[in-house]
């Protein structure tokens, strides 16, 4: 058995199907690889200054909690307080029940066709899910398959619903067997930590693919049940409140012991933002046919698919080519946990509640917790993110099998551990924040095809957002003349500190060391 793999590349065009579009070729800059700093944008002629050399477009964005309800619109992020044009999701119920909470705000109707009313419709039903706390009351209405086996079951694998077996593309292997096989390439927080980017990554996936089996098998009881035909009334009542139940009683199961203690609503403000960005890019994946079909539209002969390529706008298979920060992300915040009580993070609190173990009634659970507890709490956080969308996408699921008319709009997405994590840490270090004329952070969007900038701290390049109806791009002109072949760069952020303060907070934040002209010039003459 091999666990999954998140698909990373090391240049877009070595991406099945990935052709950097004529929208790209018209720009005076082009990727290439650099020793010791990745992919990088060079100038492909000589640049004047104050040249607009890129223009791009988001694929996720969010507005920040703060925000939801005071008129930034989501779609172009300019601040409008005329209600009369404004549109604000989700609408009243029109039998007049309690007005909904805003969960987005477009300028007007054009920004939200822009956006797209389905996704913004989809959007605001999964936040609703995801806001919803979890507790434990209920709980009794979930119930295993089978008796949980006592402790001491050696055959976990065979006689534990929580034990069985993952779908992986070599046949079944046993969670159990997974678990073991994580443990096996590293068993404490030292180990973790010397293992090589390979090792981690596959310690990883066996980790992730384990949370996952387990899931999807608790899951695929739910979905069997909204598939009978027959299901009565009650029998569909019986399932939606099955499925009400089935994810705190997972996450309380699996990320902090079968105690029947209250699981506490862990989902923060930070979380909702990185949920909903997570689902606008779900949808807008899910509604691009070259995600289903780019094998075959490759293929085609026919002019309109060609066409589609060749022009195409940015999609998933740009996101999916940026940088995935998962494993520097993961060795970070394993130190921090070793090194320091995180007050700020309730890191002691959060690890007793994960290793309340007392009711261990299973091998495998024994095994799971072992594991759980020498991964940092931050991993932990994103399980629990992870729980949530796929919960709030579950109870998306069940409501619309059970409708009596076939709903307008789109259908629950799907998600798995890859897909999570491919957008989760794809996002980090690579958005960007959106800032209003007074610098005041609004948000932030992730812009795939810009993130081949690579950062210095004497940029030639400056992002600035467009105007007007393309207020949702972004422009990056040329601060001086650029040579061709000369890396074109923009800066992370505050560049107005000494060398040490700029590369540590490029460290802590980027997780990279900085290697810019300046920053070798200033190491050079021994510049603190
Ligand atoms: C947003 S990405 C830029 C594109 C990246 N080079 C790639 O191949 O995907 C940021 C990453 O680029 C690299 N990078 C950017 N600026 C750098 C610099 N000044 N010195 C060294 N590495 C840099 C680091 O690996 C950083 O994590």
């Not at 507005?63 to 300019?78: A, E, I, M």
């Not at 948000?443 to 400056?462: D, I, K, Q, T, Y």
């Amino acid at each position: 058995m091999s666990p999954s793999t998140i698909e990373v590349a090391s240049s877009p065009s070595e991406l099945p199907g990935y052709s950097v579009s004529s929208d790209l070729a018209q720009f005076p800059v082009k990727v290439m690889l650099l020793p010791n700093r990745g992919r990088s944008y060079i100038a492909t002629r000589t640049i004047g200054p104050q040249e607009l050399i890129f223009v791009a477009e988001p694929y996720g964005t969010t507005v920040c909690d703060p925000w939801l309800n005071s008129g930034v619109c989501h779609y172009c992020w300019t601040t409008t307080q005329d209600r009369t044009t404004q549109v604000r999701l989700p609408k009243a119920d029109k039998k007049g029940g309690r007005t909904p909470d805003t969960v987005m705000v477009f300028c007007d109707n054009t920004c939200l066709q822009r956006f797209g009313p389905d996704i913004a419709e989809a959007i605001c039903k999964v936040e609703h899910n995801v806001r919803r706390t979890w507790s434990h009351h209920g709980a009794h209405l979930w119930r295993y398959e089978t008796t949980l086996t006592p402790k001491s079951s050696t055959n976990a694998a065979a006689t534990d619903p929580l034990a069985g077996t993952v779908r992986t593309a070599h046949g079944s292997t046993p969670y159990s067997a997974l678990v073991l096989q994580a443990m096996s390439i590293a068993a404490t927080q030292e180990a973790l930590l010397k293992l090589s980017d390979q090792d981690l990554s596959n310690f990883l996936n066996c980790v992730w693919d384990a949370l996952d089996g387990l899931v999807e098998q608790q899951e695929s009881h739910i979905k069997a049940q909204t598939a009978s035909v027959e299901s009565s009334v009650a029998q569909q009542q019986n399932t939606r409140k099955q499925c009400q139940e089935l994810y705190p009683k997972l996450a309380s199961h699996l990320l902090k012991g079968n105690n029947n203690a209250t699981v506490a609503s862990r989902i923060s403000d930070d979380d909702c933002e990185i949920a909903r960005l997570i689902t606008e890019v779900i949808y807008r994946r899910q509604l691009d046919p070259r995600e289903t079909s780019r094998d075959d539209l490759c293929a085609s002969t026919e002019p309109s698919a060609a066409s589609i390529i060749q022009n195409e706008r940015v999609n998933f298979a740009d996101y999916r080519a940026m940088q995935s920060n998962e494993l520097v992300l993961l060795r970070q915040q394993l130190l921090l946990d070793m090194t320091e009580q995180d007050p700020v993070h309730g890191r002691d609190q959060i690890t007793k509640d994960f290793l309340e173990a007392a009711e261990s009634h299973s091998q495998f659970m024994v095994q799971w917790r072992q594991l759980l507890s020498i991964l940092p709490t931050h991993l932990l956080g994103c399980f629990y993110l992870y729980l949530r969308l796929r919960d709030a996408y579950l109870l998306q699921f069940v409501e619309e099998a059970f409708l009596d008319s076939p709903s307008r709009s789109l259908a629950a997405p799907a998600i798995d551990n890859t897909l999570f994590r491919t957008i989760l840490f794809g996002e980090v270090a690579n958005s960007f924040g959106i800032r209003d004329s007074s610098d005041e952070l609004l948000g932030f969007a992730v812009f795939p095809r810009a993130c081949f900038f690579n950062h210095s701290c004497r940029p030639n390049v400056e992002k600035r957002r467009r105007q007007g109806n393309k207020a949702r791009e972004m422009e990056y002109w040329s601060t001086r003349v650029i040579e061709a072949g000369e890396e074109c760069c923009i800066s992370y952020g505050d560049i107005s500190k000494g060398r040490v303060e700029r590369q540590q907070r490029l460290e802590d934040m980027y997780f990279f060391q900085c290697s810019c002209v300046r920053c070798l010039e200033d190491e050079a003459i021994g510049q603190e």
